[in-house]
């Protein structure tokens, strides 16, 4: 993801929603590698991935809400699309 932006010189947002459309379309990605660009914690990453999972929606507000807006938005996004990809290995 990183060096997506450096090379494109775009927002890191607009990779991960392109790489989340991708998958979603069937395609395959590392998300270890993504997961590794995430700048949580493994322990937060952990946590969040496991709320993700418990969650019924793949909506980003309830997970944001349920911890109280402390992750942003852009993190929450990327470990979606972490999830999503199978690389969910944070903190296991």
């Not at 660009?37 to 952990?46: N, R």
């Amino acid at each position: 993801v990183q060096a997506l932006e450096e090379m494109y010189s775009v927002h890191r947002r607009t990779i991960v929603k392109h790489l989340y459309d991708y998958v979603q379309a069937g395609n395959r990605i590392d998300g270890a590698q993504v997961q590794a660009t995430s700048q949580l914690a493994q322990e937060q990453q952990a946590t969040v991935l496991e709320a993700f999972r418990r969650s019924e929606t793949p909506y980003l507000t309830p997970i944001f809400e349920q911890f109280g807006g402390a992750i942003p938005y852009d993190e929450l996004s990327l470990l979606r699309l972490v999830l999503l990809a199978g690389g969910t290995q944070a903190g296991e």
